[in-house]
């Protein structure tokens, strides 16, 4: 049950880092989101390392029974031994077959199986999905269920240590269910943890290319670089964006075709399926984040049992929380693209907010850089792009200003004082960014506010032409340039990451 996939991009230092893993016998567990690219990521790796490590993966989901878990095996070895990485023993297999009587015994003999070839890794492809089938039949039903389960995979990786077993799941929030207080027992099996995040800018625009190429279909620059801007580098969204584009469109039709998938097509139908997923004070909540209902406070006075829905979104690694305070908390959606659904439906007794409005706020480069912003931990020394070094505090609040007299793409509040930002991802940040910052400052000043900082921002390297701009700007008005290169930086300090 493995595929080569036949376009893969990046993921260089996840690949090595499961090679090492691996090659220590190290068991793993890998977290990502829906459609984050594990499942692609253990195809890639399966490919690469051949017989360097004969290796087995267990699609979960099609795993009903301790049998079914042995058939996918059986498979995998006969895999593995017409390629020559090892000698099946079908005797041996067919022997231990015929002398399980239940799950336990199954996951036994798999575990011997491996051994007995020589096998030096297991992934479990959504092992949640695994521990709660098996703990639903004997001997685990009555003993513990799921949990059951765990404990006795426990007791197989303290067994055969040269093995590395991969686990992978959505969330690490299974252990929570499992255990009640994570981390759990199985939790301290695992030497690593791989935590899967979107791919990068360049990546994804890469990806794209590829996937254009291989269908023969050519599209905008403007429309490759807004699929890259709004699918937050999730894979599955780059794959379901591209596939509602058409040749010959421009951006205003392909920003309306996205409108309409998200409202009634393509995207509608998987989001619906992602939220169908929670439970409904967590669906509630989640709605009322989207919507703007982002602090704590409000949360729990509208929404009966959001604290604990809240807490249960955290640890599946869905929401963030941002502490802003001994009171002051803030919640924020991980994903963006969700978000703008979300945020777009209508709900009863919810503001309906229009997609134009949600794409400004929820999605992109541009809200991206306001969440780190937001969510920095503590100040950060960064060198800008004319090599001025300046420092970052966190933020009280950070917003984007839109009323009477503009707009502001990044404002950020602190007691005192205010720093305003332009933020720009297209190819060519050009010199008419700089008098927009000027603009910003003025619209800040009227509003009141003093100003101690303007930032303008691209995710490109600056053309020569607007870093000449900026320094003769600065002689007057300073301003600091940054790029992809200091949000990096920024983004270690923070809750969210620059993918
Ligand atoms: N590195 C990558 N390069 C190219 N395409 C990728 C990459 N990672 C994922 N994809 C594509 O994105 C889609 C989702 O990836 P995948 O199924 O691997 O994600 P997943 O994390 O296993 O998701 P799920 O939680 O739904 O199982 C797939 O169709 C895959 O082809
Ligand atoms: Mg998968």
Redesign the pocket.
């Known amino acids: 049950m493995r595929y080569s996939?036949e376009?893969?991009?990046?993921?260089e230092k996840e690949l090595s880092s499961l090679r090492k893993w691996v090659n220590e016998g190290t068991n793993v567990l890998v977290v990502?989101l829906?459609?984050?690219?594990?499942?692609?990521?253990f195809m890639k790796f399966l490919e690469e390392v051949g017989c360097d490590f004969p290796g087995v993966y267990i699609n979960c989901l099609t795993i009903y029974t301790g049998r079914d878990l042995l058939n996918s095996l059986l498979e995998e070895l006969e895999t593995l031994s017409s390629r020559g990485c090892i000698d099946f023993d079908r005797m041996f297999f067919d022997a231990l077959l015929s002398r399980t009587r239940d799950s336990r015994d199954c996951l036994n003999a798999l575990y011997k199986l491996l051994e007995k070839h020589g096998i030096r890794f297991i992934i479990f492809?959504?092992i949640s999905t695994l521990l709660r089938r098996l703990g639903a039949q004997k001997p685990f039903r009555g003993a513990g269920g799921a949990k059951a389960v765990a404990e006795h995979f426990k007791a197989l990786l303290d067994r055969y240590r040269g093995i590395s077993t991969i686990f992978a799941d959505?969330s690490t929030n299974f252990h929570y269910e499992l255990f009640g207080k994570y981390p759990g027992p199985l939790f301290r099996q695992y030497q690593a943890m791989l935590e899967?995040e979107p791919?990068s800018f360049g990546d994804s625009i890469e990806?794209i290319r590829e996937i254009l190429r291989k269908r023969n279909v050519g599209l905008s620059d403007n429309i490759v670089l807004y699929i890259a801007d709004i699918s937050g580098g999730v894979?599955?969204y780059?794959?379901m964006l591209l596939a509602i584009a058409e040749e010959g469109m421009d951006i205003r039709e392909y920003e309306a075709e996205v409108e309409r998938s998200l409202i009634l097509g393509l995207l509608n139908r998987y989001f619906e399926a992602l939220l169908d997923k929670f439970s409904w004070t967590e669906q509630e909540v989640l709605y009322a984040i989207a919507k703007g209902m982002t602090r704590f406070s409000e949360l729990q006075r509208s929404i009966a049992g959001s604290a604990q829905a809240l807490n249960s979104l955290v640890r599946k690694g869905v929401v963030i929380n941002v502490k802003k305070g001994p009171r002051e908390s803030y919640y924020l959606i991980k994903d963006k693209l969700f978000t703008a659904w979300l945020a777009i439906r209508e709900k009863p007794g919810m503001r309906k907010i229009s997609f134009k409005k949600a794409r400004m706020l929820t999605i992109g480069f541009e809200s991206l850089v306001r969440e780190i912003f937001f969510t920095l931990k503590e100040s950060v020394r960064i060198r800008d792009e004319l090599g001025r070094e300046i420092t970052i505090e966190p933020p009280k609040k950070v917003y984007r200003y839109e009323g009477a007299l503009g707009e502001i793409d990044m404002v950020a509040e602190y007691r005192d004082y205010v720093v305003v930002g332009e933020i720009y991802f297209g190819l060519k940040c050009g010199r008419e960014k700089i008098n927009q910052l000027l603009r910003n400052i003025g619209i800040a000043e009227r509003l009141g506010y003093k100003v101690r900082q303007a930032i303008l921002i691209s995710y490109f390297d600056y053309p020569e032409e607007t870093i000449g701009y900026a320094r003769k700007i600065s002689e007057e008005t300073p301003i600091l340039l940054l790029t992809e290169k200091q949000l990096r930086e920024l983004s270690k300090y923070s809750l969210i990451r620059l993918p």
Not at 34 to 41: A, N
């Open positions: 996939p376009i893969f991009v990046d993921r990502g829906r459609g984050y690219g594990k499942t692609s990521l492809d959504e959505t899967l791919l990806l894979p599955a780059i794959e």
